[in-house]
């Protein structure tokens, strides 16, 4: 029987109620404390790998904390418009409950975007804290997390991104603009038609 069908809802109702579980179990045995002192074992490498597999068989009663970095390679991000600056860098509990394996923690990456308004680049980070999830297992209760966690920091990107003060420098270099093409020679006389249309506007008004 599939898990969808056992389960008034389905998958999703199911993944909710096991997250309340996780919750409730993190709440009585480690009182949130997971991202420091999670209780369970640490697995960290030394430099970015290229996954992040946990074997659920292996995970202990009182789950495991993940620790360490994927290397940016995995976002592969076809246009120019977001640059990885670094990987997804990750501080999570597994936990087994069940057919699924729960993590709690936080994740998060560096970017170079480019302004829609100035067209430069500018740093930004992408944290996500807390973040909670539920993978289900595979055949051999191996569950690979890398997939996911590259899918949830590209979605927390900004789809127009735009530097701090962008609209402002735009504005300024729109009126420098503006006056250098008035200052130079042979400009077009249209500038002061614009300026006594406006000025006889603002005098109608007063």
């Known amino acids: 029987m599939r898990i969808e069908g056992a389960f008034p809802g389905g998958k999703e109702k199911l993944r909710e109620e096991r997250r309340e579980e996780f919750w409730a179990f993190l709440q009585e045995r480690m009182g949130y404390r997971c991202k420091s002192e999670c209780g369970g074992q640490v697995m960290s490498g030394t430099?970015?790998?290229?996954?992040?597999?946990?074997?659920?068989?292996?995970?202990p009663r009182e789950g495991r904390r993940?620790?360490?970095e994927i290397?940016?390679?995995v976002f592969d991000l076809p246009d120019r418009l977001a640059l990885p600056a670094s990987g997804i860098r990750y501080d999570l509990l597994a936990l087994r409950i069940g057919e699924e394996v729960l993590v709690r923690g936080s994740i998060e990456a560096d970017f170079d975007l480019q302004c829609v308004v100035t067209l430069d680049y500018f740093p930004h980070r992408v944290r996500l804290d807390p973040y909670v999830e539920a993978f289900e297992l595979g055949p051999d209760e191996r569950v690979d997390l890398t997939g996911r966690l590259r899918e949830d920091i590209l979605l927390?990107?900004?789809a127009y991104p735009r530097r701090e003060g962008a609209e402002s420098?735009?504005?300024t270099e729109r009126r420098q603009q503006g006056g250098e093409n008035?200052?130079?020679?042979?400009?077009?006389?249209v500038w002061d038609v614009l300026?006594?249309?406006?000025?006889?506007e603002q005098s109608e008004t007063r």
């Not at 970015?48 to 659920?56: D, E, G, K, M, W």
């Not at 008035?182 to 006389?189: H, L, V, W």
């Not at 300026?195 to 006889?200: E, H, I, K, P, V």
């Open 47 to 59: 430099g970015p790998s290229s996954v992040l597999i946990v074997n659920a068989g292996e995970l």
């Open 169 to 171: 420098l735009l504005e």
């Open 195 to 200: 300026d006594a249309l406006d000025s006889g």
């Open 156 to 158: 927390a990107l900004p």
């Open 66 to 68: 993940l620790h360490g």
């Open 182 to 189: 008035r200052d130079a020679p042979g400009a077009s006389p």
């Open 71 to 73: 290397d940016r390679e």
